[in-house]
């Protein structure tokens, strides 16, 4: 998706970066120009009155932190006339080429780039077909350091998103069976073939990205579901705007939620997870015979969908029926987590969005029809609507949000 | 549980107050008393340089830190002997009388108080037997504040703990089925009643003020789960030492998660609801004929609890197949609730915790089995050890440690 921005109105500006640290007066001014980052990126643009009003500041503190910020580059004035009030007022806005984030994703199929600025529009974006698992870490590094050089922006944050569990402190994959990687040190190996400085890249998990990214992009949403269909199912969970990560990390293991003792063997070895009912994999047994050209491993999700569609639209029983059955399946999975967490929004991406009209819009009455808070609880069901690259891309982006201090100073105010 | 102290050893003092808020002098400050206080809470005793080093804050600061809490009555100095230093070392302590928290707990079969000191120890503790769905609000709110006007301590807070959904903003009860109580405005009701100030005076859910007791009791635990089991399941999630509370309030509904479409009627009318598969009703059902002594209306939970044990103990065999097929269903809840948010700890409350050979032990092993993370991620499954006043109780308490200038200064030390 290049084009639209991914946060017009985004709710979390008032978080301020001293949490869990001893508050100084560093910190506070620190803080503080976050503050207004954020209600810009919240709000779009604003008079320094209004950045007062909206973030609890003194009109003298407001225009010496929007100084600073127009000295980085990331703010400028504009002189947009205000809708219904007449004469023109002076307003501060993001500067779109203000920073960057660069978003890489590590799949079993591709490797993918994105860049988005900094109000959120994707600038650039492209993939590679790749066969992950036969290439091997180091060739999948290099197709992903190529796609990286290739970009023509400096970012403020790089986040490579890979499905496997993250040790995001040292910035390597633990394991992701799907890539079969084991112990891959991505953040270094990405640093020694791109000159990106170390402390510039992140590794994260594909779901936490996603769901972080979808909750960020939507006005308000501040406790969101996440799960991603495909072979394998992932997702996360984001409460009162913070990534549910776990005490070691786990959280999100919602593929491996056991629904039934007597149920098909898993991925996992395990029998009935919830993978085992809604993954692509039996969705496509449900669907035809292994002979079928729908089982052809060289294809790609897309080409994959493309046949389920034609032959649902056609009228196929069998089909029909096995995305029937996965729908009631998926239902009781999403009604189990609505019920545990009560999310404003679930977010289903993946092979479950390229599917709307069986897999999310039939789901949404049944999982209203199993929840104990009325109305679901006010949940809704969407298809997700970003990629693992975008998503990567504005974890990178975050930086830039949490401490606008890391682009420095300029000589003078860009023009 | 009278005597032992809830919380030697709590994680989140690096926490400050002026999250989600502009940061200012005065905030700081306050956030910074909270610091040390919680510190406090959190190792016990220290010197002025060990809390210095542990708050991350100038001993300056710390020092008059410490004077303004011990004005406040909060701390004192002890002479204690470090141990293994040789000589003794002038440390800060927190006062034990120097705040105390009143909880209040409304059930369907009593009304209960405790009262909590500032070091956590549990100072007053009393029940009342009251049948409160026949009683009403107006006699059960009597009932509660003839309890709380027999307490000698004046509480920094009051909280009232309602198996229901509550209106925390508002201190009131929404809706809770099991007291047959809708609408009550529990805060007003007892300020009218008892002449605390109406800002001393919180309303929460019952497992939700679990949950966050549990958490804050346990040394390094800020990932947990509680379930409560009583012939309504109740849950609560605590994620990054924060209560899971869901977009509109409803999360937790952890009993009414769909397990078995096919499944019997649960109490709110759907089927299969985890409830209606571990609820006391179930195991009752399954342990006994409706005529059986353990049916009796009149019992309470720990009477009802004595009798199965003296079954199972007995090798009775209907009991055992029933605490068994309780436990398998039990451990197929909770291992879905690991796999999805990976907490350090699951405390189940209730009646599993006064049946742990057959509801606690069995479960560990089976929630390890049923878990993608390798050893469960970790997870220990646990009984809980508070009851809803001390939980409340807790909760009371909390407001000194978020603000400590809530308690006046005094005119001068006290001695």
Redesign the interface.
């Known amino acids: 998706m290049i084009g639209p921005t991914h946060f017009d109105h985004l709710p979390n500006e008032?978080?301020?970066v001293?949490?869990?640290?001893?508050?100084s007066q560093n910190?506070?001014r620190r803080?503080?120009l976050a503050?207004v980052l954020r209600a810009l990126r919240a709000h779009g643009p604003l008079s320094r009155a209004q950045l007062a009003a909206r973030?609890?500041?003194a009109k003298a503190t407001v225009s010496s932190l929007v100084t600073d910020l127009g000295l980085r580059g990331l703010v400028h004035e504009t002189g947009a006339a205000v809708p219904g009030q007449g004469r023109p007022g002076q307003q501060v806005a993001l500067r779109p080429d203000g920073a960057h984030g660069l978003g890489l994703d590590v799949h079993a199929d591709h490797v993918g780039v994105a860049v988005i600025d900094l109000t959120g529009a994707v600038v650039h974006q492209a993939r590679v077909a790749l066969d992950v698992p036969a290439a091997g870490p180091a060739r999948a590094m290099d197709a992903l350091a190529e796609l990286a050089r290739q970009v023509g922006q400096e970012p403020v944050g790089v986040t490579v998103s890979v499905p496997g569990l993250v040790d995001t402190d040292a910035g390597a994959v633990t394991i992701a069976p799907r890539l079969r990687w084991q112990g891959v040190a991505v953040a270094d190996e990405l640093a020694a073939r791109t000159g990106f400085a170390l402390d510039l890249i992140a590794v994260g998990n594909d779901a936490n990205l996603g769901a972080q990214a979808e909750s960020e992009a939507m006005p308000n949403?501040?406790?969101l579901a996440y799960v991603n269909g495909d072979f394998g199912v992932g997702?996360a969970?984001v409460?009162?705007g913070?990534l549910?990560?776990?005490?070691?990390?786990?959280?999100?293991?919602?593929?491996?939620?056991?629904m039934d003792?007597f149920g098909a063997t898993c991925s996992?070895g395990?029998r009935g997870?919830w993978e085992s009912q809604v993954g692509l994999a039996a969705l496509l047994h449900a669907c035809a015979d292994p002979t079928d050209p729908v089982h052809d491993p060289s294809l790609d999700l897309a080409s994959r969908m493309r046949l389920i569609r034609e032959r649902a639209e056609q009228g196929d029983r069998r089909t029909l029926d096995a995305l029937h059955a996965t729908g009631s399946s998926l239902a009781?999975g999403v009604?189990?987590?609505v019920?545990?967490?009560?999310?404003?929004v679930v977010v289903l991406g993946g092979y479950f969005a390229a599917l709307p009209e069986w897999l999310i819009e039939p789901v949404r009455d049944q999982v209203v029809?199993?929840?104990?808070?009325p109305g679901g609880?006010?949940?809704r069901i969407v298809g997700s609507r970003l990629d693992f690259a975008e998503a990567a891309a504005l974890a990178g982006l975050r930086r830039v949000f949490a401490d606008p201090a890391i682009v420095p100073m300029r000589e003078e105010a860009p023009a």
């Open positions: 008032t978080d301020v001293t949490e869990h640290q001893p508050a910190g506070l803080g503080n503050l973030c609890g500041l949403v501040h406790d997702g969970l409460a009162d913070r549910i990560r776990g005490s070691l990390g786990y959280a999100g293991e919602i593929g491996h939620m056991p003792p996992c395990r997870c009781i009604s189990i987590v019920n545990l967490v009560n999310p404003a029809a199993t929840t104990l808070a609880g006010g949940v």
